[in-house]
């Protein structure tokens, strides 16, 4: 199954650092993606143009988590060629992974 069939996203930067959150829709998915969405799953995910330190923060009370990549964004709004500067569309990718359901 994609992420998405089971949680949402939104994406959020300061400067070359990309932030993303995942939350579950339902309560009992919550461990599901705490076992398959690992930091390092994300950073494979997004080799690419992740080009330092992803980190996941567990949230449980929200049934979320936040991964922070590091040197993620080209530099930053100011720098970046990227058409998507701020790394908005990134949520949207991170959704399509597949995980084992």
């Not at 930091?39 to 929200?62: A, N, Q, T």
């Not at 100011?78 to 084992?100: F, Q, W």
């Amino acid at each position: 199954m994609k992420l998405r069939d089971i949680a949402h996203s939104r994406t959020g930067d300061k400067g070359n650092i990309s932030n993303i959150s995942l939350i579950v829709y339902k309560a009992e998915d919550y461990q599901i993606i705490k076992e398959k969405v690992t930091s390092e799953k994300v950073k494979e995910w997004f080799k690419d143009i992740v080009h330092g330190e992803v980190i996941r923060y567990e949230l449980p009370k929200l049934k979320a988590f936040n991964f922070v990549m590091y040197n993620a964004l080209g530099g930053g709004v100011t720098r970046s060629l990227s058409l998507d500067m701020h790394g908005k569309s990134l949520s949207s990718a991170l959704l399509e992974m597949e995980i084992d359901g």
